[in-house]
């Protein structure tokens, strides 16, 4: 049987800070369920980018440049995206392979995916990153193209399962989509009395005033911005 691989669209290495504990490096996985209008990574989409593929034995290989770093200062290796619970089941296989080696596991996730493949990673995971895009489900799926009512679902069972104090929960506010200001106020406030405490505010940037998006995620801008009129 051919064996598995993970299809990954960039890594960055040394990061500190940013994804958990200590010294990390960024994995991004290809592929995701959302369409965001303001998404930073929509190659992992788009078809702008093929990414390059790993066997779980590659990925280590990519990777431990930097163990010292990652057990030395309590890092290791965060999994994001795209949407990386895409390909739950290498993830799973990658992290029970290498679970002994002294490195924390991290994952970044909108938890827009099947409950099994959330699943398939939860007894590996040492912190979650969720990133919830909005509260509110009409604004959810107008913003995303996604389902709301499998989002929220997920987010709390992933707290049921494992307990709030492992999961930071991200809480953005997004251009146009948010325009007093207040709706990301809302939305914390929705996930304070659900529970989180660990709530990470921040300012989404039109990833268009930084970089050249592809007409593929050009145009799904566009569709998105129709359903605001």
Known sequence: MEESRFSVLAMDRLR?????????????????????RFCINPGSWDGSVGGK??????????????????ITTGGGLMFGGGE???????LAEFMDRYKDQGWNFYLESSLNVPRQNLD???????????????????????????????????????????????????????PFLHGSGEEAKQNGEKLKELGFTR???????????????SEAARKN????AKREQ
Do not use: W
């Open 16 to 36: 500190m800070t940013t994804d958990g504990d200590g010294v990390t490096t960024l994995i991004c996985g290809m592929g995701c369920p959302l369409r965001c």
């Open 53 to 70: 593929k790993f066997t779980t034995e590659e990925l280590y290989e990519a990777v431990k440049i930097d163990s010292l770093y990652y």
């Open 84 to 90: 990386p619970l895409l390909q739950s089941g290498f």
């Open 120 to 174: 398939d990673v939860i007894p590996y995971i040492h912190e979650y990153l969720i990133d919830t895009k909005d509260m509110d489900k009409e604004r959810y799926e107008k913003y995303t193209g996604g389902d709301y009512d499998r989002f929220y679902e997920n987010l709390l069972y992933l707290k049921e399962k494992v307990g709030q104090e492992k999961i930071v929960v991200r809480v953005p506010s997004i």
């Open 199 to 213: 709530l990470d505010f921040l300012t989404y940037t039109n990833p268009e005033s930084r970089k050249d998006i």
């Open 221 to 224: 801008l566009e569709i998105l």
